[in-house]
């Protein structure tokens, strides 16, 4: 452990609290759970789009796709351009017909949106309990992402640099709401993009450059620059489901999707789609080139997740990569930031409050408990990170599937279709969280897809099916206020 990496990442999470600080003090007066849950719907282009951004793009994005492109190969490079469209496809999809009608229901939750839509109970809570378990799961990967980067770049113990990690997140998220977390957010998109340029013209430059690092790759093993990658991993069938999970179904996902219903005016959503696709276009190359051809530079890592941190301390002068250690760890707090909120909005708005409805208006009262249900889920991630996997990519993909396979088609035919109704949106999310669930356990892929292919499929014949049988909801053209304000 040098100073030279310690220093900066002190000052790093040192801005991160004092944009933590700036948020609270800027907060809008008028509904506590508007302001704190989606900061009073006030972000402008840039921020919705670095927001946007830095939430899709994770430890996964930082640690694990670079992993698995050291392992694979650059065809695994190819194969993470397809999440490029993933900005444009949720903000198209959802975007403006989203944001109005999370105004006109008042919503400040995605299962608010739900249950203004299809008038379900049980569809909320549903909803809720899957979201929980699935938010669980991803946020125990970012907090393994986060401490393992202290770990082998700046010698911290796995230990230490959990609780370290986590309580910074915890409390920065906690205190400051969405307002801190989308500001930061901003500040660190652009700290990822100054990273991930600079690491990878220095792996590059230690490999002698490109063409010594394709050489070098070859006399490894010729897989490695095979379009297929290592193994022949890359089939038609792996290209489709990985497409499906990380760029089309990633409208369904909670946390993305309520980004889509706090920015400001419909100019700030063709800013960030632009802005957006092109910020995830740079991190999506620039990061998992840089883990395909640092095997050309650190050819036995035991570890493929290790591959940036090692890097980063093998190719970068120490102050170089104390600062550059920041761009991953700003990719893993952003998303964590987002999911942690989600979950507390859930266990709040959408739990507490539905059983405890007169405690609508104790300000009070939903401050301390928002806080204080944001620390204890930070605890308990902590724990179910205390003994992580070798590849955490695996695991991630996995949560966000499962997300995916419950929430894709109510959201997006409860927009869509005016027939939706309550009983196809249950069926849709039962039927495709069991045969994701079941496919996953049992590590089956029918025809070799991926479980959410076949998952989403059913959810889909599942929803027309069960919307026969269902009594006709609101439109989302004609639906009325029904969320409790």
Request: aromatic share 8%.
């Amino acid at each position: 452990m040098t100073a030279e990496i310690i220093l900066p990442l002190i000052g790093y999470l040192l801005l991160v609290a004092g944009l933590s600080v700036f948020a609270m003090r800027k907060r809008h007066s008028g509904n506590f759970l508007t302001e704190y849950f989606l900061g009073s719907r006030s972000m402008g282009g840039f921020v919705l789009a670095m927001t946007l951004t830095t939430t899709y793009i994770s430890a996964s994005s930082f640690i694990g796709g670079p992993g698995a492109a050291y392992k694979y190969g650059l065809g695994w490079v190819l194969l993470s351009m397809v999440q490029v469209p993933a900005v444009w496809l949720s903000l198209g999809v959802l975007g403006k017909k989203f944001a109005i009608l999370a105004r006109r229901y008042q919503a400040v939750t995605l299962n608010d949106m739900l249950f203004a839509r299809y008038q379900s109970p049980l569809l909320v809570w549903l909803a809720s309990l899957t979201l929980l378990i699935a938010f669980i799961a991803a946020m125990t990967v970012q907090f393994i992402g986060g401490a393992r980067l202290l770990e082998t770049a700046a010698g911290i113990p796995y230990g230490q640099g959990l609780l370290i990690f986590g309580g910074t997140i915890a409390l920065y998220t906690a205190f400051g709401g969405f307002r801190a977390s989308v500001l930061n957010d901003a500040m660190q998109g652009i700290v990822m993009l100054a990273g991930t340029f600079l690491l990878l013209f220095a792996v590059i430059h230690a490999a002698g450059g490109m063409h010594s690092a394709v050489e070098r790759l070859q006399q490894i093993d010729p897989q490695l620059l095979s379009p297929t990658g290592v193994g022949d991993i890359i089939t038609p069938t792996f290209l489709a489901s990985f497409s499906v999970l990380v760029c089309f179904g990633v409208i369904g996902l909670p946390h993305t999707a309520v980004r889509c219903i706090s920015y400001k005016d419909s100019k700030a959503v063709h800013m960030a789609i632009l802005l957006g696709s092109i910020v995830v276009a740079v991190l999506m190359l620039g990061m998992h080139l840089a883990g395909a051809l640092g095997r050309a530079v650190i050819p036995d890592l035991a570890i493929p997740d290790q591959v940036i941190p090692a890097l980063m301390i093998k190719v970068l002068p120490p102050l170089a990569a104390g600062i550059f250690l920041a761009a991953p760890m700003a990719a893993i707090m952003s998303t964590i930031n987002a999911q942690l909120l989600q979950s507390s909005a859930t266990i709040v708005k959408d739990l507490f409050l539905r059983l405890r409805p007169q405690q609508q208006n104790n300000e009070r009262l939903l401050k301390r408990l928002t806080r204080l249900v944001t620390l204890i889920l930070g605890l308990l991630l902590l724990l179910a990170a205390w003994n992580p996997p070798d590849m955490i990519i695996w695991l991630n993909l996995l949560a966000f599937g499962g997300l995916e396979a419950v929430f894709l088609w109510p959201l997006v035919l409860g927009l869509y279709w005016e027939k939706a109704n309550a009983a196809g949106a249950l069926s849709a999310m039962c039927g495709g969280a069991a045969c994701y669930t079941l496919l996953a356990s049992l590590h089956l892929q029918p025809a070799g897809f991926h479980p959410i292919v076949p998952s989403l499929l059913l959810s889909l014949l599942a929803f027309i099916i069960g919307n026969r049988f269902g009594r006709p909801a609101h439109s989302a053209e004609d639906a009325t206020n029904v969320v409790t304000d």
